[in-house]
Every structure is written in C-alpha cells, then in structure tokens.
C-alpha cells in the first residue's frame, strides 16, 4: 500500500516539479527526504532491522531541518509563518507532525511510531505539493505575530492529536490481534496495550491544552485585527465543536477512567472532526477563515 | 604428497540416538575432562572438543589423518559409555569438513537443538571449550572455529527472531500478560487452584517483580500451603469476588467442574476497575472462567487451549526464522574455509622459515673462529644484520605464498616453493611447529 503510495507520489512529484519550476528547493530536498523515511520506516515494520529505522530516522530528522529552512525562508519572506493557503498550512501540518513525532519519539523510545507518522507526513507533503502555488502581497492584516502564535499553538495540538490518533489505531490493530486469539505479525511489531494506551492519553492531554490556548490566541489576534474576538464564523463554530469533543474525551478519561478501547476509538472519531475542521470546513465553507478569502489577498 | 588437516565432528544428539545411550556418555560430569584426557594422548588428534550435554555427546577434532581418527574417537567414546562400538555406531554421525563445521556453529546458534533457538547450548559450548583450552587440547584450527561458532550464535541471535516467542505454555502466558500491561511491574495476581503448570506460570509472573500474590482454594489449608510456596497471601475462595477488582491478572486450575469465576462476576467487578485492563490465564480443565468474560471490553481470557495455539504458532516462527539463520550460517562457513585454506601454505612458509634458520646457524658454526674474535657487541651486530637481511629475502615469497593461500593455483606455487628451496623432507619437521606459523 505505501509503496505503491511512494511510486504514484513520485510520479507526482516529477510532474510537479516540471509543471511548477519555482518549487522552493528546501521543499523539494523535505519533501524527498520524507518520502525516503516514509519508505525506510515501511521496510522496517516489514523486515524489523534496527539499522532500517536508524537510517530512516536520520533521514526523517534531515528532512525536517530542510522543511524548517523552508518555513523559516517564508517567513522571513512574507513576515508571518505560511499557512495562508492550503499547500502551505498542509506542509506546515507535516513539519509539526514529524516535529512532534521527534519529540514524543525521545520520550518514549518507540521505533514503530515513525512506520505511522512517517508515511502520514509524508502523504500530506504529496497532497501539499499537488496543491498550485500562489504568490503575491500578502495582506497586511495577516501581518501581525499574533496569527503565527495562534496558527503554532493550533498546529502543535493538532500534531499532538494526531499522534493519539495513530496511537489509537495502534492500539485497535493490537487490542484485535489479542481479543480474536490470532496474535499474526503485527503482534509482534506493535507494543503492548498499555503503552499505546499511554501515549494515547498523554498526547491529548499535551495537545488539548496546545488547542485550547491556540483557540484563544486566535480570538485575541481577531479582536486586534478585526475587533471581535467571536464572530460565528464556520472554523470558529467547529474549532469549538472540536474542543467539546476533546474536552469529553478527556473528561471521560480523567473523570470516568475510560481507557483502552472505548478512549482509543473516541480519540479517532474526535481525530475525525478534526480533520474536518482543518480542511473541510476551510474549503467547503465560506468565513474568513477559508483559504480561498486568504487566496484574495 | 602432503595429507589435509581436517576438522571432523563424531556425536549423537535427540534426533540420532535414545535418550538411554545419551545418559551413557553424557550422564558423568567428569566424562568431559576424561575424554580430552584420551584425546591429547591419541597421536592421530591433534587439536579436540569435547562437549555433553543432555541432548548431545559430540567430539570434535582436527586430524590429519581422518580415518585412523575417527576409529580412535569412536573407540575413545565407546570407553567412556563403558559399551561396545557396535551398540551405538548406527547412532552416530560423523561429519567432515564444511559439513563438520556447519555443523558446529548450527549447534552453537541452536538450531540444531530439540527445542530451536533455546539459549542454553551456547553457554554449554563455551564451557566444553574453556575446558579444552584449559586441558590445553584447543590449538589454532579449534580456537578460531569455536570463536567463529560464538560469533554466528551472537548474529543469529541478533538478525533473527529465533529465539523470540516462548514456546512453553506458562512463558507464553506471561509474554501475553506483557503484551497486555506491558511491565508486570506492581501488578496484582490471584491464583485461583493449584496445579503444576498454574504454579509455574506464578512463578515465571514473580520473576517479573507482580508487586502481591494472592491464592484462593476451596479448602483454605491448601491455599496456605501454597501461597507459603511464593510468600503469596492465602484467601477464601468467597473472597474472589471481593477480590476481583482488585487483581490484574487471574490464573486458575481448579479441579471444579463447573465455572468458577462467571461473566457477571467479573462485568460486576468492572465499574470499580475503572476500566482497567484484566487478565485471565484459565489453565483448568473443564475450564474456569466462563467463556463470554473474554467479550467484556478491557478484559481478556485465555484458556489452555489459546495458548497452547500461541505457542504452536511461535515454534512455527521459530521454524521460518531458522531458514534465515541457516543463510548466516552458510556465509559465515565460507568465511571461516577461506581462512582454513590460508592455512594450507603455512607449513611450506614454517619449513621455509625454519630451512633459512639452519643455513643461518650453519654458515655461524663455519665461521666460529673468526667471529669469535670480535667483541660482544660486534657479535651482536653481525647477527642482527645477518638476519635481517635473510628475513628480507625471505619476506617476498611468504607474503606471495599467502596471497595465493585461497586460489585453486595454490598447489602449484607451493610445490614450486619447495623445489626452488629444496624443502622436501622439512616437511614433517615444520608440521610439528604449524602452531606458531599463525
């Protein structure tokens, strides 16, 4: 499956490459790279050779300095951190994600990890660079360090949410393997319950907060730039649907003691809405939220 | 024509040879040392091993005379059983060569062992050979093959899953307790029964530092009699319920006919675990713990049956991962006969050596009287100078020699060799002496 996600993604790389030649290079060298790990980390849940994942390790971690010369190029460049449209603010979601994977991965020492985030960052990387470039003078309404503040602390809990989530789904591919009495090989590869169960848990509680205060940035910076902090536009309503089902996940975590399989499966219905409210809702609905109101600049 | 050194490997193991005959040999823990005793003393060995363990009596030797070796090996093994040759020789195998040492490091990396990849036989090995180095029967050949033996083991080991998954049931249990909480750390246990496998599963579970141990029985004495066993604390057997939420991992083995611990049971038990993961290891049969606990979220039940499929499935594994490990194996054989052949020309290089050291003190007692006369540190002088110019000359042909050592060709440059130096008939002298060559 990722193989064959790394062949078409390669394809399309060429193709974008002659199609789009002002490709920054540093995102091209990211983006490489990342397909490079997002491939070592597949060999290595398959062949499970500890020199695979240190490879694709160092790979990934070299990806993600070039990704950062990228973001810190555009930043310099535009004056903010470059989200403003949908290729960028998916690239910028793959440089938090290996970024937090980075992180959690000194943490908790667990080598399969990266054969889920890898292929993941790499997979948004492939749609990022599918999406056309845009140019032009930003407007200067977006200049201002507010938004970079608010769009980091979003994007850092989103990164965080998002490794619970892959957690999660680890956890159901073991919690299966162990329920059904058929311990086949991802038995092996994946570790125990209590772990998955564990990193699920502390990404969220790491992320939660991560959201919560990139929510309220965002409703300061609307109120120095547009003089309200609530406005009912469609990402601030589903930001906050967001919230209430992170909130009770969390609560049911801490207050109930949900944990295991109930917690994990919620955390991927949560990842879901999620999901929606980064992309659905900014190309589906209107609001100044929406990247094509940003594309107007 | 000069005869091959060989490494040759006499034994029976689990497969070849009943479990009586291998009692015979291996059954006296001084049969070891006796056996070096005799092959040191035998003119045909030059260098042997001897290992013993219960499921093998193996020799292994460098001869260069491999048949009169062999005869004297099997009568040497025959002696040690205290029986006739012809009771046991169907039982053996005798190997040569790339055979013998294939053989060897398979031993070594256990996979030729009755239960594959069981870790065991390599500290078995390494005391046979501390011991051969200590009788001092181990020369150049056995030291290196034996370190090469250890190295396979360590990358078999390493680059495979051979010696992954527990193959026994009450192992099995525990690494399924590991996959589940991950460390057993601090974890709490009750045994429900007693019985041999149930106890050894306890056990296996106290190795792993579960913080209490709690044993229920129908007749309480039986329960303090046990839990005495693993400084447990004994219970009633009206306390499982109150015990139940509690507990992380439960193992029963009663001898009860009916179920002891029921769905209900554990579902009540459940809102007080707040959802904490539980684990039954249901050893009994008839079994114990209803069926339909396992369907309760969080918990888990494994009967005898389950593990039992979890372990055949780790020994088919085992089986799969050994193809890997017979590929490390067949490399590293290659790797250790292009070494041995390197050993082909160090006796022509010894005789060479030892031709030049003759002519050196020849040509010295020639010129006795004259060199006689001069000072000490003269004396010294010449000497250096004279040897050092014949190590010189010396250096090119030994240094082409060894380069050629794992060619086909090698032959003929070694018999060039002798005849450009006349070395014919040093031979047997230099074979003596084989030992310092390397």
Same mark, same amino acid.
């Given at each position: 499956?990722?193989?064959?996600?790394?062949?078409?993604?390669?394809?399309?790389?060429?193709?974008?490459?002659?199609?789009?030649?002002?490709?920054?290079?540093?995102?091209?060298?990211?983006?490489?790279?990342?397909?490079?790990?997002?491939?070592?980390?597949?060999?290595?849940?398959?062949?499970?050779?500890?020199?695979?994942?240190?490879?694709?390790?160092?790979?990934?971690?070299?990806?993600?300095?070039?990704?950062?010369?990228?973001?810190?190029?555009?930043?310099?460049?535009?004056?903010?951190?470059?989200?403003?449209?949908?290729?960028?603010?998916?690239?910028?979601?793959?440089?938090?994600?290996?970024?937090?994977?980075?992180?959690?991965?000194?943490?908790?020492?667990?080598?399969?990890?990266?054969?889920?985030?890898?292929?993941?960052?790499?997979?948004?990387?492939?749609?990022?660079?599918?999406?056309?470039?845009?140019?032009?003078?930003?407007?200067?309404?977006?200049?201002?360090?507010?938004?970079?503040?608010?769009?980091?602390?979003?994007?850092?809990?989103?990164?965080?949410?998002?490794?619970?989530?892959?957690?999660?789904?680890?956890?159901?591919?073991?919690?299966?393997?162990?329920?059904?009495?058929?311990?086949?090989?991802?038995?092996?590869?994946?570790?125990?319950?209590?772990?998955?169960?564990?990193?699920?848990?502390?990404?969220?509680?790491?992320?939660?907060?991560?959201?919560?205060?990139?929510?309220?940035?965002?409703?300061?910076?609307?109120?120095?730039?547009?003089?309200?902090?609530?406005?009912?536009?469609?990402?601030?309503?589903?930001?906050?649907?967001?919230?209430?089902?992170?909130?009770?996940?969390?609560?049911?975590?801490?207050?109930?003691?949900?944990?295991?399989?109930?917690?994990?499966?919620?955390?991927?219905?949560?990842?879901?809405?999620?999901?929606?409210?980064?992309?659905?809702?900014?190309?589906?609905?209107?609001?100044?939220?929406?990247?094509?109101?940003?594309?107007?600049? | 024509?000069?005869?091959?050194?060989?490494?040759?490997?006499?034994?029976?193991?689990?497969?070849?040879?009943?479990?009586?005959?291998?009692?015979?040999?291996?059954?006296?823990?001084?049969?070891?040392?006796?056996?070096?005793?005799?092959?040191?003393?035998?003119?045909?060995?030059?260098?042997?091993?001897?290992?013993?363990?219960?499921?093998?009596?193996?020799?292994?030797?460098?001869?260069?005379?491999?048949?009169?070796?062999?005869?004297?090996?099997?009568?040497?093994?025959?002696?040690?059983?205290?029986?006739?040759?012809?009771?046991?020789?169907?039982?053996?195998?005798?190997?040569?060569?790339?055979?013998?040492?294939?053989?060897?490091?398979?031993?070594?990396?256990?996979?030729?062992?009755?239960?594959?990849?069981?870790?065991?036989?390599?500290?078995?090995?390494?005391?046979?050979?501390?011991?051969?180095?200590?009788?001092?029967?181990?020369?150049?050949?056995?030291?290196?093959?034996?370190?090469?033996?250890?190295?396979?083991?360590?990358?078999?080991?390493?680059?495979?899953?051979?010696?992954?998954?527990?193959?026994?049931?009450?192992?099995?249990?525990?690494?399924?307790?590991?996959?589940?909480?991950?460390?057993?750390?601090?974890?709490?246990?009750?045994?429900?029964?007693?019985?041999?496998?149930?106890?050894?599963?306890?056990?296996?579970?106290?190795?792993?530092?579960?913080?209490?141990?709690?044993?229920?029985?129908?007749?309480?004495?039986?329960?303090?009699?046990?839990?005495?066993?693993?400084?447990?604390?004994?219970?009633?057997?009206?306390?499982?319920?109150?015990?139940?939420?509690?507990?992380?991992?439960?193992?029963?083995?009663?001898?009860?006919?009916?179920?002891?611990?029921?769905?209900?049971?554990?579902?009540?038990?459940?809102?007080?675990?707040?959802?904490?993961?539980?684990?039954?290891?249901?050893?009994?049969?008839?079994?114990?713990?209803?069926?339909?606990?396992?369907?309760?979220?969080?918990?888990?039940?494994?009967?005898?049956?389950?593990?039992?499929?979890?372990?055949?499935?780790?020994?088919?594994?085992?089986?799969?991962?050994?193809?890997?490990?017979?590929? @490390? =194996? +067949?490399?590293?054989?290659?790797?250790?006969?292009?070494? $041995? !052949?390197?050993? %082909?020309?160090? /006796? &022509?290089?010894?005789?060479?050596?030892?031709?030049?050291?003759?002519?050196?003190?020849?040509?010295?007692?020639?010129?006795?009287?004259?060199?006689?006369?001069?000072?000490?540190?003269?004396?010294?002088?010449?000497?250096?100078?004279?040897?050092? @110019? =014949? +190590?010189?000359?010396?250096?090119?042909?030994?240094?082409? $020699? !060894?380069?050629? %050592?794992?060619? /086909? &060709?090698?032959?003929?440059?070694?018999?060039?060799?002798?005849?450009?130096?006349?070395?014919?008939?040093?031979?047997?002298?230099?074979?003596?002496?084989?030992?310092?060559?390397?």
């Amino acid at each position: 499956m990722v193989s064959l996600c790394l062949g078409v993604s390669i394809l399309w790389f060429r193709f974008i490459r002659v199609r789009i030649p002002m490709t920054s290079p540093w995102f091209s060298l990211a983006f490489g790279l990342y397909l490079l790990a997002a491939g070592g980390f597949t060999v290595f849940i398959i062949r499970q050779q500890k020199w695979v994942f240190r490879w694709s390790y160092w790979l990934l971690v070299a990806g993600f300095l070039f990704h950062t010369m990228f973001l810190g190029y555009g930043y310099y460049q535009l004056g903010l951190a470059p989200v403003l449209d949908l290729r960028s603010a998916l690239s910028f979601f793959a440089w938090s994600l290996v970024g937090v994977y980075l992180i959690v991965q000194v943490r908790f020492k667990l080598m399969v990890l990266g054969s889920f985030v890898a292929p993941l960052a790499a997979f948004l990387m492939i749609i990022s660079s599918a999406m056309p470039l845009t140019a032009g003078p930003v407007k200067p309404l977006f200049k201002s360090l507010w938004l970079t503040i608010h769009v980091g602390t979003v994007f850092a809990g989103d990164a965080l949410l998002t490794i619970a989530c892959l957690a999660a789904i680890m956890y159901l591919i073991q919690e299966r393997q162990i329920k059904q009495k058929r311990l086949g090989s991802m038995y092996n590869r994946l570790p125990s319950l209590a772990t998955l169960d564990h990193i699920n848990y502390y990404s969220i509680v790491y992320g939660f907060p991560f959201l919560t205060v990139g929510m309220m940035t965002g409703s300061v910076y609307a109120q120095v730039a547009l003089g309200r902090y609530w406005q009912w536009d469609p990402k601030e309503v589903w930001s906050l649907v967001l919230w209430l089902f992170y909130a009770a996940l969390l609560h049911q975590r801490l207050a109930v003691g949900w944990q295991g399989r109930r917690a994990a499966i919620m955390s991927i219905v949560c990842f879901g809405v999620l999901i929606f409210t980064f992309v659905g809702v900014s190309l589906l609905m209107g609001g100044y939220h929406s990247f094509s109101s940003m594309g107007a600049r | 024509m000069r005869t091959m050194l060989r490494i040759i490997a006499i034994g029976m193991n689990h497969e070849t040879a009943p479990v009586e005959l291998r009692e015979c040999l291996g059954g006296d823990a001084d049969n070891p040392r006796k056996a070096l005793t005799w092959m040191r003393n035998l003119e045909v060995v030059r260098e042997g091993l001897f290992l013993s363990t219960c499921n093998r009596v193996e020799a292994i030797f460098v001869s260069d005379e491999a048949d009169a070796a062999k005869e004297s090996v099997i009568l040497l093994m025959a002696r040690l059983g205290g029986g006739q040759t012809g009771d046991f020789l169907p039982c053996l195998y005798v190997l040569e060569d790339r055979d013998a040492v294939r053989h060897i490091f398979n031993v070594a990396s256990s996979l030729d062992s009755m239960v594959v990849g069981e870790p065991q036989i390599l500290g078995q090995i390494k005391e046979a050979y501390a011991l051969a180095t200590r009788e001092k029967t181990s020369g150049v050949i056995l030291n290196r093959l034996m370190h090469r033996a250890f190295h396979v083991a360590k990358r078999v080991r390493s680059e495979t899953g051979i010696c992954g998954a527990a193959v026994s049931i009450s192992y099995a249990a525990v690494e399924l307790a590991r996959k589940i909480f991950h460390v057993l750390e601090g974890k709490k246990v009750l045994l429900v029964g007693a019985g041999e496998m149930a106890e050894l599963a306890a056990r296996h579970l106290l190795a792993h530092d579960v913080s209490s141990l709690k044993v229920a029985n129908r007749t309480f004495e039986r329960a303090v009699e046990v839990a005495g066993h693993f400084k447990g604390v004994p219970v009633s057997f009206d306390e499982i319920d109150s015990e139940l939420p509690n507990v992380d991992i439960v193992i029963t083995s009663t001898a009860s006919p009916g179920y002891v611990i029921t769905r209900d049971q554990v579902k009540h038990s459940l809102r007080k675990r707040r959802n904490r993961p539980l684990f039954f290891i249901d050893i009994a049969v008839p079994r114990d713990v209803e069926p339909q606990v396992h369907d309760l979220s969080n918990v888990y039940l494994y009967d005898i049956d389950d593990l039992k499929g979890v372990v055949a499935l780790n020994l088919a594994q085992r089986k799969e991962e050994a193809v890997k490990a017979s590929r @490390i =194996v +067949e490399e590293e054989v290659g790797k250790f006969e292009k070494w $041995l !052949k390197t050993l %082909a020309v160090v /006796p &022509t290089i010894v005789s060479l050596q030892d031709k030049a050291e003759s002519i050196i003190q020849a040509e010295f007692y020639k010129s006795r009287s004259a060199l006689d006369q001069l000072a000490p540190a003269q004396h010294e002088a010449v000497e250096t100078l004279v040897r050092s @110019i =014949v +190590e010189k000359v010396l250096n090119d042909p030994i240094v082409f $020699l !060894k380069e050629r %050592a794992g060619r /086909p &060709t090698v032959n003929t440059y070694l018999d060039l060799t002798k005849r450009l130096f006349q070395l014919n008939g040093m031979e047997t002298e230099a074979r003596g002496e084989m030992e310092h060559g390397e």
